[in-house]
């Protein structure tokens, strides 16, 4: 477990973490998010003892990371997969660790087994692919069998299979009790793997809670209706005040009513209804809406006019074009 207690971290002028706390259980998978310079590396950096903190202290399994006797068996972290000696064999990098942490070389072929580089772990690291990087870096932090593992961006440059053995390890190792702690600007990831949230910007705590309470922070984006009496359906909406829009796949996007009024309604005037979904905001739009005022390093343009674009928020597929419907 981490225990984060009004953390700080000053860099001359510039405040990079400001009195941040919050707590990462064991048992399940806590994402750490916020927008680029948010604080996040440097924050991971002081729970392992990396940078020290200004003011606050961090506590892993109740102590500072500092204390543990077996630093690796406390916490496995991959920060930079870089960070290998490019000359050594995979297999020598990690029996290296084995030897400097006192951890038995066996260890050493389980790890590599588990994250697939058995071919390659007699081969240089330093020809390895940005994808057997990132696997020789989870392999080294479970190299202590931790208790708790923290990964920065795990999925950086892993192919989608590799992409769903990472989320699935993720989960497992949540699974069997040990406290998970990823960082990942990978929306969908971040939606499909963690159950908890710890949300910063610009070193500041925006969240600390489930994946489903800081998504409901955002209001619906609308219904979707499916209804063989279209003409029935577009004077009930009127009637009620909503507005009402076309779908490329059939289906009417509702907006300024509930699924609820939408569906008393239609019960009320005998209007058949085959979908009634209430189109909730994606984690991403959650994170972009929530996080907007604490985006440093922001883009501004146009790319000019095009179709209006409404994320459909069931599922990862491409987003549904919404096209008007006149009156």
Do not use: C
């Not at 990462?24 to 940078?51: A, C, E, Q, W, Y």
């Amino acid at each position: 477990m981490i225990e984060a207690v009004g953390l700080r971290k000053v860099y001359g002028k510039k405040v990079a973490v400001h009195d941040l706390s919050f707590t990462v259980r064991p048992g399940i998978v806590t994402g750490f998010l916020g927008p680029n310079g948010s604080g996040k590396s440097t924050t991971m950096r002081m729970i392992v003892g990396l940078d020290r903190p200004t003011a606050g202290h961090v506590l892993v399994d109740g102590k500072p990371f500092a204390e543990h006797r077996s630093p690796l068996s406390s916490v496995g972290a991959l920060l930079d997969a870089k960070a290998v000696h490019t000359g050594r064999s995979a297999h020598n990098h990690l029996r290296a660790m084995a030897a400097t942490a006192g951890i038995p070389a066996s260890r050493v072929d389980e790890v590599v087994d588990l994250v697939g580089l058995r071919e390659v772990a007699r081969k240089r690291a330093g020809g390895f692919s940005l994808g057997m990087g990132q696997r020789l870096g989870i392999a080294s932090a479970l190299l202590g069998d931790p208790a708790t593992v923290m990964f920065d961006e795990p999925v950086n440059g892993l192919d989608p299979d590799g992409i769903l053995w990472i989320r699935n390890l993720m989960k497992e190792l949540a699974g069997q009790g040990r406290a998970v702690f990823v960082s990942s600007h990978l929306m969908s990831e971040m939606a499909l793997t963690a159950e908890h949230l710890v949300v910063i910007g610009k070193g500041r705590l925006i969240a600390d809670e489930s994946v489903r309470a800081f998504v409901d922070r955002v209001q619906p984006r609308g219904v979707t209706v499916r209804s063989p009496q279209v003409e029935q359906l577009r004077e009930l909406v009127a009637l009620e005040g909503g507005t009402l829009a076309a779908m490329d796949d059939g289906s009417f996007d509702v907006r300024g009513l509930s699924a609820e009024r939408i569906g008393d309604a239609a019960a009320a005037r005998g209007v058949a209804l085959h979908e009634l979904t209430t189109v909730k905001a994606s984690l991403e739009e959650a994170f972009m809406e929530l996080t907007a005022s604490a985006v440093e390093y922001q883009a501004h343009g146009s790319t000019g006019q095009g179709p209006v674009v409404v994320p459909d928020g069931r599922d990862n597929s491409e987003p549904r074009v919404r096209q008007e419907v006149s009156r």
